[in-house]
Each structure stands twice: as C-alpha cells, then as structure tokens.
C-alpha cells in the first residue's frame, strides 16, 4: 500500500525581530490511507506549523516553505498553483481546528456553511447540497436539524460548533483530514464524545486523520502512529505501543513521566522535564534538547542526531544514546514505581 | 488552640449563591431571569489544605473563588474566613483582607502587565498595601520572592514577553505570595502550561504549600493534576456542588453519575489501557444555567434517572464519612 501522504525533509522558517525561526526544521513523515497518526511535543515545536505547511497556509511574510515535497496521493502539494491548492483544500483535505467560532463564518448560518462548500467544490445545486447538509449534520450527531441549519454559529455551544467543523470536513469526502487540537477547547466529556465521533467516521468512510494534541490520553487511545516533535523536528516516532512502552528519546521517556496517571497510585512527587524550552533563533549545531538532557555526553553538542531506527521496526528515534538508554531508563522506572 | 479540639477551617461557605440578572433589548433593557451561576454551595477548607474545585466549563468554579476573593458581592450566603464573615464586608475592609487572599490566574500572558518589568509586578502589591517603603528592602524581597520561585533574580530587569509560558507562570506566583497571603486561589493556574512545564508549576505549588504553610483552592479540569495535589475534591455541576469527598475516596470511588461520567471520561496515557478500557461518553450538552433544568440539574445526561429526578433538587446527603453526594438514587 502506498502512502497517502508523503512528507519529505520539509522546511519552513519565519523571519522575526529576533531572527530567523526554523519552525520546521527537516521533518519527515508517512500517513498510510485510513490511518490515525498523533503528533505530539513541546508547545512551539512545529506542530501546527507543519500542518498548515501541508495546506499551504503559512502566512508570507514572515513565512516561507523553503524545502521539501508534500506528496499527496502521488502529486507535489508544494508544486500546485494557489488556485488548485484552493481546491484540494477542503475536498481532499479537510481542516479542524481548536477554535471553530474562528473557522467559521460568523455570519452565514450553519446550513450555508455547509452548502456553500458543496456548492464550491462538487457544483451540487442548491437543492441536492442542502439535502446533503441534513445528512451531514445527523451523521455528526446534531439533532433537531431542520433548526439548527438555520442558526448562526454564536448560538450553537462549544461542542455543536466542533460538529458542525466536523460535518464542514467531511463535506466532500475527503481522504485526510487535519485536526489541531481538535478538542482542547472543550470540556472533558464533551471532548470525548467529539472524539469518538471522529474515530467512528473516520474509522467508517476510512479518511486518514493527522491529529494534533497535548493529550497524551488522547494520543494513546486513537492513534495508531505517533511523531514525537521537539525544537522544529520528528525526534521519535513510531507505532503508539512503541512510544508508549519503549520510548527511546530522552525528550519522550522524560514527557511521559512527567504526567500524573489516574489510573496509577498517586506520586510523592510528579517528575518534571527540566529546564526551559528552547529558543528556535538560538539552536547551535548540537542536540537541541541537550541542556534539559538527563542523557547528554560530549557527543551530543556535536551534532544534531539524526531520526535513525531503533526498536521495532518502524521504530525511529533521533538521539545517539537511544539504543543504550533503555537500560537507564528501566531502572529509573523501577524507583519510581518503588 | 489545643491540638485535640476542633479545628476552626481557614474558610468555609455556607449557602453560598450568585445570581447575575440578563436583560434583553438595548434601549429599554428589561430583566429577563438570573444565570444562577453558583446556586446554594456548602463547603470548608482547613488550614493547610488542598481542595479541588472541578465541573464542565460554566459550572460556577471561577464565580465561587471571585466570590471568596470578594471580587464579587454574593447574592446570598456567608463567607466565613477565619471565622469572620466576610460576605458583607465594605471596600475599606476588604484592604486589609486582600493581603491574606491572593489569586493565581490560568492566563499568565493577560494576567502581567506587558508594559511593566517583572520585578515592578512583582513589587507592585508590596507597594500598594505599604509593607515595604524603602525601595531598596523592596528589592531584595523581589529577588528573594523570584528565587523561592526557582527563577534567576536577573528576571527582574526582563518584560513578560522575554519569558516563556512557565517563568511566566512562575512570576504571577511570586507576585502572589508578596504579601505573605495565608490562602490562595489557584484558577486553572497550571491549565494553559505545555505538559512538561505543568509538572515544574504543580511541584512548585506544593513546595509553597509545605514551606508557608499555604492553603490553596484549586480550580483546573484537569482531573490528573487536581488528583495529584488535592486532599479533598468538590465536583460542580451547573452551579451545585454534587459531590464532595477525600481525594482518594472520591477517585476510587464515585458516587455521583455525573462524576462518574467525568471520571471515565479522562483518556489514561497508555495505548494498552485504553485498549482494553470500556467507554461509552455521556450523551447531551450542558444545559444553560439561565433555565436549568428542574429537580436534579444532571437528569437530562444521567443514565440513572427517574421519574423523581424530575421533580426534586437531591439535597447534598453524607453517605459515608466525609463523602457527601447530591443524588437520590445512590445509597
Ligand atoms: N506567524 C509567525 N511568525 C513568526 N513565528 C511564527 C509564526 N507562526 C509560528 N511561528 C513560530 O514557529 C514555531 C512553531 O510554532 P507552532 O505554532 O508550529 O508550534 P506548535 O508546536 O503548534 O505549538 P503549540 O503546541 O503551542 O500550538 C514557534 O517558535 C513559533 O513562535
Ligand atoms: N459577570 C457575569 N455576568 C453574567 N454571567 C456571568 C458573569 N460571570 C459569569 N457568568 C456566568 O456564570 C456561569 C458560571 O461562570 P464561571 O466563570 O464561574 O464558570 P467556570 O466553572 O469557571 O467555567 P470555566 O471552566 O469555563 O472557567 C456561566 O454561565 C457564566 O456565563
Ligand atoms: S542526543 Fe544526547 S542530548 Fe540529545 S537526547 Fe540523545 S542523549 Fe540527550
Ligand atoms: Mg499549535
Ligand atoms: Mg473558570
């Protein structure tokens, strides 16, 4: 089976006051079709950045792509005109994102928000796209649909307007939708139920989905891969199982552990990452996440280790000490269970 | 005090309620009803406790700490701090008060002045309640107050915006103890930090704690972090506490539908628990709380309901020691 999705050693910076940002800093990825893949890691390290690249809305200035291929079903998404991207958006790819109060218009109803897509991507006349709405708005579980076509997006609550986002996604039958923290917004057991939503459907009309969050709960319960982002780069990625229970880059075991667990006895102490994140204009040629490092040797201030396999197969992992850190990290594992 | 009696709790509310009137129309506005945003809440925290304050987005838990901040005067109920309610109290009083209350905010990016140095934020209570006049002592305690809080003292010569998510944080902390306050309300003080982040705040929170002897209302949504650092949990629902109980007890064990459809709702990070773990959502939205619905606010969501749910509002019953559930159905 052919990828999907082909991410290729992307590149995207911004030039700011402070310099130049390498937002995403050679990143590269599958998305096999059907599949759920997470990306996750430090706030600021390239997550919605490299999905916006994908959709090829990095605002210019200050921001450019400046390397790479994005092979979407076989075509260079970086080699389209403005006028065909517009059109993969939407149709092949559909977009959803944490706030949908700024993704929607506030001023069109729900129902035109719905047909105008139709309408602009499958030419659907009215009639067939508004049938359409309907069917769309009861599959993302909306009910009383007939009235809710007609309201405005202020007056749906947080959770219906993450449906409606979501109905507006699927509108054309995409093969891959984006979600950036998809849910963040929203309360725990609204979350869950618009999560459960998106597995179904994407599970049942078998759309890919990219999705990208903090939660590591999340991440572990709908994601079949994950990639594992720090400073502008993938520095682990791997089935979910493999990150979860044989992490192999000091950035992850330490993000791992740093969160309480409801379902394990409670901890004296929660045992955080040290140190600050990095500052992206101030990279030197050495591993990025050196000075907050539990691992680091001279070696690392070198270079800049490079996503090598490690584990499993399909397995990645981009730290020079990742095959010999898993004894370390037992052990340490091992205090704190004790 | 004598070590066996009865402690008096640092706070406690008793029948507290806020009610804010919405009008309708622009020219001739006219009341049309209440959102009963905090509707009749019973609770107390002893000195040196951690209690937990949970519930969906619009349950009350930011009305309640702004009430017992007196940020707001509430429609009914007493405040009792330290024994004296404060309730009622006027803006004079309420002066000597706000050095014994502070407040810690989610947001540490609109919460710091972007124009003023972080020592001058820091400074800025010191001054205002005249503790400290001699700007030189001001100082010192600015750079003693940012390294209590693991920051370098040199922050002091840095704007807001020339530190991150966490120092940031870090610095409404320090501002928050300048005074030496005996109680602080923590709203969502950790909940817009990065993961790896949150965990530096949480420990640091419990440090202060331990060191100041601090007691602490802690208001987040994230049940993890709130099981982490609490003794005791109120959970909220559209303006009513529903249960109440020890951290572990509530935890291990629910009473409540409602908190068990939070609880459950709460994805464990670990793709093996997650697979095996059964999980069914609860249906429907939040109802608005300017028309709640009636009898027990949860019915329309809760698996559990009859015909009486309806009709009467459950009254907050002890089922065993120390854990009190608002719901007629659980025994
Ligand atoms: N318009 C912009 N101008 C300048 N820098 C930008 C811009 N957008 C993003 N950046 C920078 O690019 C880097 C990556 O940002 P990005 O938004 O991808 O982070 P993220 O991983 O999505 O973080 P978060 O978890 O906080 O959403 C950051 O350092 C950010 O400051
Ligand atoms: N000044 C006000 N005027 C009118 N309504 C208000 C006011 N302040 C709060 N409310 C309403 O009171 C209810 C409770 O709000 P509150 O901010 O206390 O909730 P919360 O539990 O802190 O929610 P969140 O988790 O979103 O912070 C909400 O319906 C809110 O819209
Ligand atoms: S390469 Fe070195 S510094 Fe980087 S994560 Fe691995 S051990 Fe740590
Ligand atoms: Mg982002
Ligand atoms: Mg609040």
Not at chain 1, 110 to 127: K, N, S
Not at chain 1, 304 to 311: I, S
Not at chain 2, 163 to 177: E, F, K, N, T, Y
Not at chain 2, 243 to 255: K, R, V
Request: a neutral charge.
């Amino acid at each position: 089976m052919s990828a999907l999705l082909d991410v290729r050693n992307l590149h995207t910076e911004f030039r700011t006051g402070a310099g130049l940002v390498r937002a995403v800093d050679g990143v590269s990825y599958t998305v096999d079709p059907g599949e759920t893949v997470a990306i996750v890691g430090e706030s600021g390290s390239g997550k919605s950045v490299g999905a916006m690249s994908i959709l090829r809305l990095i605002p210019d200035p200050p921001g450019r792509i400046t390397q790479g291929q994005i092979l979407f079903d076989g075509r260079d998404l970086l080699r389209l005109s403005q006028v065909e991207m517009r059109e993969i958006r939407g149709r092949d790819i559909g977009m959803v994102f944490q706030e949908p109060m700024t993704s929607l218009n506030p001023v069109l109803t729900i129902g035109r928000q719905i047909t105008e897509v139709l309408e602009q991507h499958q030419g659907a006349d009215r009639l067939a796209a508004e049938r359409r709405a309907l069917e769309l708005m009861e599959m993302v579980g909306i009910a009383d649909t007939g009235r809710r076509l007609k309201q405005y997006p202020h007056q749906l609550s947080g959770g219906m307007r993450q449906r409606v986002m979501i109905a507006v996604a699927l509108a054309c039958n995409p093969k891959l939708i984006i979600a950036d923290e998809p849910t963040t917004a929203l309360d725990v057991t609204i979350q869950a139920q618009i999560l459960e939503l998106m597995k179904q459907l994407t599970l049942r009309l078998n759309v890919a989905l990219i999705v990208i969050t903090h939660n590591l709960g999340v991440v572990a319960r709908y994601a079949s891969r994950v990639n594992v982002m720090y400073a502008g780069r993938i520095v682990e990625a791997g089935s979910a199982d493999a990150i979860y229970h044989d992490p192999r880059h000091p950035y992850t075991i330490a993000l791992l552990r740093s969160v309480p667990r409801l379902d394990q006895p409670r901890r004296a102490r929660l045992d955080p990452v040290d140190g600050q994140p990095p500052d992206l204009t101030r990279l030197d040629g050495g591993c990025a996440f050196r000075p907050r490092c539990r691992f680091a040797v001279e070696q690392c201030g070198e270079a800049r280790p490079a996503l090598a396999p490690t584990g499993e197969a399909g397995h990645f992992a981009a730290c020079f000490r990742s095959d010999e850190l898993v004894a370390a990290r037992d052990v340490a594992a091992r205090e704190v269970a004790a | 005090m004598s070590g066996d009696a009865v402690e008096t709790p640092l706070l406690e509310v008793r029948g507290l309620a806020m009610h804010f009137p919405v009008s309708e129309g622009i020219v001739l506005s006219r009341k049309v009803g209440d959102v009963k945003a905090v509707d009749g809440v019973d609770f107390a925290i002893k000195r040196g406790e951690t209690l937990g304050l949970v519930g969906e987005s619009g349950c009350g838990k930011t009305t309640t700490g702004r009430c017992i901040l007196r940020l707001e005067r509430p429609s009914a109920g007493q405040i009792l701090f330290d024994g004296q309610d404060i309730s009622g109290l006027g803006r004079k009083d309420l002066v000597a008060l706000r050095r014994r209350m502070q407040v810690i905010f989610q947001d540490p990016y609109s919460s710091l002045n972007p124009r003023m140095k972080v020592g001058d934020i820091i400074a800025e209570p010191i001054k205002v309640h005249g503790v400290e006049p001699d700007a030189n002592r001001r100082r010192a305690r600015v750079r003693e107050l940012l390294s209590i809080c693991g920051l370098d003292p040199k922050f002091a010569d840095r704007y807001p915006h020339e530190m991150s998510g966490g120092q940031r944080q870090r610095v409404g902390i320090a501002r928050a103890l300048a005074l030496d306050p005996e109680f602080i309300v923590c709203d969502e003080a950790v909940s817009a930090l990065d993961v790896s982040i949150q965990a530096q705040v949480v420990n640091l929170l419990e440090d202060l704690r331990e060191r100041f002897r601090l007691t602490y209302l802690f208001i987040a949504h994230d049940l993890s972090v709130v099981r982490h650092l609490c003794q005791r949990v109120v959970v909220m629902y559209l303006g009513r506490i529903v249960e109440m109980a020890d951290c572990d007890e509530l935890f291990d064990n629910p009473l409540h539908p409602y908190t068990q459809a939070l609880l459950s709702a709460v994805p464990i990070p670990d793709p093996r628990v997650e697979a095996t773990r059964d999980f069914r959502p609860a249906p429907g939205e939040v109802p608005s709380p300017i028309n709640p619905p009636s009898g027990c606010v949860f019915h329309p969501r809760c698996p559990m309901a009859v015909e009486g749910c309806k009709r009467a509002r459950p009254v907050l019953r002890e089922l065993r020691p120390g854990h009190w559930v608002a719901c007629s159905e659980v025994q």
